[in-house]
């Protein structure tokens, strides 16, 4: 009974050190993505749509590597690779859904997320990231 929680606790550790550096390199794509820093897009001049563009990348690798993890429940070195393929793909998925809609629609999408007043393309994005996460996890499971 030791073992499995000790088992249980290094699965848990893994799949959680995973899961901040998916989420870390996410917040560096969104950062790259918005002109400025998006540290001081966010946290000082309090934008808008770097927040929610950051939110739904953010809650999107969180939808992936929930269900991989679940997907793989019974092979924890499986589940730790699995998460991280599926966890990359979906950030790269992601990413180009980004720049997909910067192509087709006019203007630069990244100056509009740095702009101080929230602006509807910021929710057509963020909402394709969750809708690819949403398709990601379905394949996955």
Not at 72 to 88: E, F, K, Q, R
């Amino acid at each position: 009974m030791l073992n499995e929680l000790l088992a249980g606790l290094f699965a848990a550790v893994a799949y959680g050190v995973i899961g901040v550096a998916m989420m870390a390199l996410g917040y560096l794509l969104v950062d790259l993505a918005t002109p400025g820093k998006l540290r001081d897009l966010i946290w000082v001049n309090r934008n808008p749509n770097a927040a929610l563009l950051l939110v739904s990348g953010l809650a999107g690798v969180g939808i992936i590597l929930t269900t991989a993890i679940v997907a793989s429940a019974d092979d924890l070195l499986l589940g730790l690779i699995g998460t991280v393929a599926y966890g990359l793909l979906g950030l790269v998925l992601m990413s180009l859904s980004f720049l997909l809609i910067d192509a087709i629609t006019p203007g630069k999408l990244g100056d509009e997320l740095s702009s101080p007043t929230m602006h509807p393309a910021t929710w057509v994005s963020a909402t394709a990231h969750v809708v690819l996460a949403v398709l990601m996890a379905a394949a996955i499971y």
